[in-house]
């Protein structure tokens, strides 16, 4: 039951205001009286009238009081009331809105969505709008006391409501109001958060050490100093009037990665267009001009004069891999300024380290104030109050900012959990997650009680009703399966066969059915929404949904019935035109379960076992071993068609590192496959993206403003700016005026006697690209909607609902879609432009935090695999290294043996330079090196050297090892020569495999040590393990190691369609 405000009629002369701020209302009229709710709404299920709040929420009557926080405790210690231990909590307007007054709208919208988060027992009380909770403002009565005199009056309010069934406890900060409350009514409670803590959860000891982590945090912003270290921003009004007047520029702060103390930029979006010296966007240098932002803020910024432009740093520096083409070699002065003002802070959980201490420390409160080094070089030391400085020495730690004044050189924050012993691989994997905003806890008991159960003792079945209202295809349709080999996850089947006399050809591709187990609204959905994707790591999974789904009900496993939403497509036998489209619920069991190397196979007439025959006579498995081969070359026909269709619009067949793995009984990886270019892979991603494309249609057409897509914007011209020159130095013209000149002049770039070329020049290409958003059609116009990488009008994602939250929104908007056509109303269930467009942020969001946090797992990997080897004698730690980029003292490389990219100097710190003897070997010398377009000259008085564009030279890999960051793989050249091993050839995968067996030895022995602690601890319930966080990756995730941008898709095959979708 929605609450609904007292009606009042308005003259004409009398205006009635509605100030709404999310889910608060201040109802004043033109002379400022304001107006009263006649509705209880207290969101308590305590009394027989059950009242709700909008969203739904009550809280629980079982408890045995309910929680006031005061407007302090909000404002400051809101982190401690997220605590899902914590329930009964009654959040007041008053406090909500202060929050929003002092805090910001980053802060307000946390509490919001805490307030409509179901799984927080948490409530809004509209106190200022209750007749008889409403306090007026006295005369000379500070705001703090009259905030909380609100607070004390709707706890006051809240006890006589409920009948004195349920006690109050109002917390606070103020010592005061502790006395002058305490008393004055029995069964309301005034006490501090620290009496509240230790007397109602002593054993909740993460929330204790948060209090008095956050407690030191506000007791040394309080100490501060006054001298300025940093100009005051300027009033937000003022930024606002300067913006407008094109004075100042907005824009979002990027602090480069490799120069994070002296450049950042800020990117204009929009302005570009009216001002062409902004295309590159403002650099700002230094730390002053940067005036307190923190890499992600939204900040407004004042161009200095054109006498004091500058260029970015155009030399390497540790770490480099790669940026998009033609941002960082060019050095010509661009437009710079300084930051006047920030108008959003974009701060987040940082993980630091806390440095070591040197000599012996005084024992006075000014030596726990301890410098912390986070881990992104990007973000400036953060100063932390803390009372275990000595014991978190060599620790991570997870800390939040609180302020950063002007008065201060480094922003204040607080500690708020230790991750572990820096260099550990549990902790350096969980600081990966944190660093990318990845929150993966356990599914819920309440979750998974939203489950089907499937167990040998109770089955799951198919429910009958169900079963009548879909079409059954489990007996008609020869249906299969094509994936990696021993993959669980199967979202996707195929099926295809001749009908008509042979006039026809029917394609059918059917989707895991997970919308009909995963309700909308629903615990399971809520958490879903939430990480919006499955995140795969070299060693490990975290799964969208939990595995009874993921790996079971809604896998298409071979053999079994399962729910399945099917696209069928009538087709012409001899031009492959479209003659109809079915879309609509299936019933499927799928006949084989194939992997690819087994379906290519078959395809090339080679013998092969096919499990599922196995057990068959010799005649029936012939027989049925011609019908499956002649449907995977009925199906090979058709993909072609459909790839050769997008080929002549101008689809881009892209680069990417592919690796397959081959797991042993136990699921653990044996080792590390280049991935073989099949033709099946090509075959499985055209059926997959035909898919895509016709539900884009389908849910575009039927819901025009409202439909989830996936476009792919066109890429900037200037970032294949390097990619042209570079092509251009070998001979080759790459024309990127349009998708399909790009793809064309790619395919002619061919150097036959180094097929590495065209390969690096394809990856170059894929770097230069924007990358693939999901959005909601009612903000773009429909020429926008355009994918430029498979060249398609419309694409959306659909067929991978097991592990991307976009596609599960596609299956309801599609059920929605054909709801309509049956002539059901579908617009109320469906969501806003404005809500699905908030959703299409966040996924994105979340899909580059996935890509981030796989490229950081992969690189911790490759880490851990050369850190204990001796990078003097070890052989393996010498490869060979093809040059692609040229830089100012060296030049970027690629090692195709571990899929690394890396700088190589020539010139090092101390002025040195590489001089080469006669055999080819490397050696530092004085000298000087001198940068061309195409290639790179050290001089020295041995002589000079010359390095050029796709040379292939010889480096030793090492690790450089950081005490507060990532570590990293350091490349030093050897050899001018390419790479000849004394020892016999070896498969190209070698390299791969021993890294990845080194890697789960060393996650092998994590475990065993994670083991001996669990069985330290209580056992699991049959629940918990069932349903616990997948550990081990599937295929999924080793095909997705390497990626190369969000443009590949999880469907593509190794020559990528470019893409993504």
Not at 215 to 232: D, P, V
Not at 805 to 822: S, W
Request: net charge negative; hydrophobic share 35%.
């Amino acid at each position: 039951m929605k609450s609904v405000f007292l009606c009042v009629r308005v003259s004409t002369n009398r205006h009635l205001y509605s100030i709404k701020t999310g889910e608060l209302w201040t109802l004043v009229d033109a002379e400022g009286n304001q107006y009263f709710s006649q509705n209880d709404r207290c969101g308590s299920n305590h009394i027989s009238l059950r009242i709700s709040q909008p969203e739904g929420k009550v809280l629980p009557g079982d408890l045995t009081h309910y929680v006031v926080p005061d407007v302090g405790v909000v404002v400051d210690y809101l982190e401690i009331l997220e605590f899902r231990e914590l329930q009964g909590i009654v959040f007041t307007q008053t406090a909500c809105q202060a929050v929003q007054h002092n805090k910001g709208r980053r802060q307000y919208n946390r509490l919001r969505n805490l307030l409509k988060d179901p799984r927080h027992d948490c409530v809004l009380f509209a106190n200022e709008f209750q007749e008889y909770s409403y306090c007026p403002r006295e005369k000379g009565e500070s705001q703090e006391k009259w905030q909380t005199r609100c607070v004390y009056s709707a706890a006051v309010w809240y006890y006589h409501h409920l009948a004195g069934m349920m006690d109050v406890v109002m917390i606070t900060e103020d010592q005061d109001a502790v006395a002058q409350y305490s008393s004055l009514n029995s069964g309301v409670y005034v006490i501090s958060v620290q009496d509240f803590l230790q007397n109602f959860w002593p054993d909740l000891q993460a929330a204790h050490e948060l209090y008095s982590s956050i407690s030191q945090a506000l007791q040394e912003k309080e100490s501060e100093g006054t001298e300025k270290e940093y100009i005051e921003h300027l009033p937000a009004e003022v930024l606002e009037a300067g913006i407008k007047s094109g004075r100042y520029i907005q824009g979002t702060l990027n602090v480069s990665k490799h120069r994070a103390h002296s450049e950042a930029s800020i990117m204009t979006e929009g302005l570009s267009s009216k001002n062409t010296d902004l295309s590159w966007g403002v650099l700002v240098c230094g730390m002053k001009n940067r005036n307190r932002a923190v890499h992600g803020d939204v900040v407004v910024v004042e161009l200095l004069l054109k006498s004091e432009w500058r260029g970015k740093d155009t030399a390497l520096t540790e770490g480099q891999s790669e940026e998009k083409s033609g941002e960082e070699t060019d050095s010509k002065p661009m437009p710079t300024g300084r930051v006047v003002g920030i108008l959003q802070r974009n701060w987040r959980d940082y993980v630091v380290t806390f440095p070591p201490r040197e000599g012996p420390q005084p024992q006075s409160r000014n030596s726990q104030r301890i410098l912390a080094v986070p881990w992104d070089h990007r973000i400036p030391k953060i100063r932390i109050s803390t009372q275990q400085a000595d014991a978190l020495q060599d620790h991570r730690v997870v800390v939040r900012i609180d302020s950063w004044e002007s008065t201060s050189l480094y922003p204040n924050g607080h500690s708020v959990r230790v991750l572990g012993r820096a260099g550990e691989l549990e902790t350096e994997v969980q600081t990966i997650l944190i660093e990318n905003c990845i929150h993966v806890p356990p599914f819920s008991d309440a979750q998974l009680r939203e489950m089907p159960v499937n167990s040998p003792e109770k089955p799951w079945r198919m429910d009958p009703g169900e079963v009548a209202q879909r079409r059954d295809l489990r007996e008609s349709h020869l249906v299969f399966s094509i994936d990696p080999r021993g993959c669980e996850d199967v979202d996707d089947t195929l099926s295809v066969c001749s009908i008509a006399g042979g006039k026809l050809l029917e394609l059918g591709v059917h989707i895991a059915d997970v919308t009909h187990f995963v309700t909308e609204g629903s615990l399971t959905d809520l958490e879903a929404r939430s990480r919006a994707t499955t995140y795969y790591l070299a060693d490990r999974r975290h799964d969208m949904l939990p595995a009874v789904l993921s790996a079971d009900l809604c896998s298409l496993l071979g053999g079994v019935d399962r729910y399945a939403m099917s696209v069928m497509w009538e087709l012409d036998a001899q031009t492959l035109e479209v003659n109809k489209v079915w879309y609509g619920r299936t019933l499927i069991c799928s006949s084989y379960q194939l992997h690819y190397e087994l379906a290519q196979a078959l395809l090339n007439g080679e013998q092969a076992h096919v499990p599922e025959l196995a057990e068959l006579g010799p005649e029936e498995k012939d027989a049925k071993l011609a019908q499956l081969s002649q449907a995977l070359e009925l199906l090979t026909h058709v993909a072609r068609h459909l790839r050769a269709q997008r080929d002549r619009g101008g689809a881009l067949e892209l680069e990417g590192v592919e690796v397959r793995a081959q797991l042993d009984e136990e699921r653990n990886i044996t080792a590390l496959v280049p991935r073989q270019p099949l033709e099946v892979h090509e075959t499985v991603a055209e059926c997959m993206i035909y898919a895509n494309h016709w539900v884009a249609r389908k849910i575009q057409e039927s819901f025009p403003h409202q439909a989830l897509l996936r476009r792919h914007p066109p890429p900037r011209q200037e970032f294949f700016n390097q990619l042209v020159d570079i092509a251009a130095a070998q001979g080759f013209t790459i024309d990127t005026r349009t998708n399909k000149a790009l793809a064309d002049s790619l395919d002619q770039a061919v150097d036959p006697q180094d097929p590495l070329v065209n390969r690096l020049l394809r990856m170059m290409a894929t770097t230069a690209m924007s990358q693939a958003l999901y959005f909601s059609t009612g903000l773009q116009s429909q020429d926008q909607y355009y994918h430029y990488g498979l060249a398609l009008d419309r694409y959306t994602h659909f067929t991978s609902p097991i592990r991307r939250y976009a596609d599960i929104v596609v299956h309801r908007l599609l059920t929605a879609a054909l709801a309509m056509d049956g002539g059901a109303d579908a617009g109320k269930a469906l969501a806003s432009n404005k809500d699905l467009e908030e959703l299409a942020h966040h996924i994105n969001n979340k899909n580059r935090a996935a890509q981030r946090a796989q490229k950081s797992s992969t690189e911790l990997f490759q880490c851990l695999y050369f850190k204990e080897r001796d990078p003097q004698s070890d052989q393996r730690c010498v490869a060979d290294a093809v040059i692609y980029s040229i830089r100012d003292n060296g030049v970027l490389v690629f090692i195709p043996e571990y899929g690394v990219k890396g700088p190589v100097y020539l010139k090092n710190r101390e002025g040195q330079v590489v001089s080469l003897g006669q055999d080819g070997s490397c050696e530092w010398e004085s000298g000087s090196v001198r940068r061309y377009s195409d290639h790179i000259t050290s001089s020295s008085t041995s002589g000079s050297s010359t390095f050029t564009l796709f040379d292939h030279i010889t480096v030793r890999i090492s690790v450089r090892s950081t005490h507060c960051h990532a570590d990293a793989l350091n490349l030093e050249v050897i050899s001018n020569k390419p790479h000849r091993s004394a020892e016999p050839p070896q498969p190209r995968s070698q390299g791969r495999s021993q890294l990845v067996q080194e890697v789960v030895r060393l996650a092998e022995e994590a475990s065993q040590q994670a083991q001996e602690k669990a069985a330290r601890r209580p056992k699991l319930s049959r629940e918990e393990r069932e349903f616990s966080q997948s550990k081990t990756p599937n295929l999924y995730s080793l095909l997705e190691e390497v990626r190369e941008l969000a443009l590949l898709d999880l469907e593509s095959t190794a020559r990528v369609c470019a893409t993504t979708a």
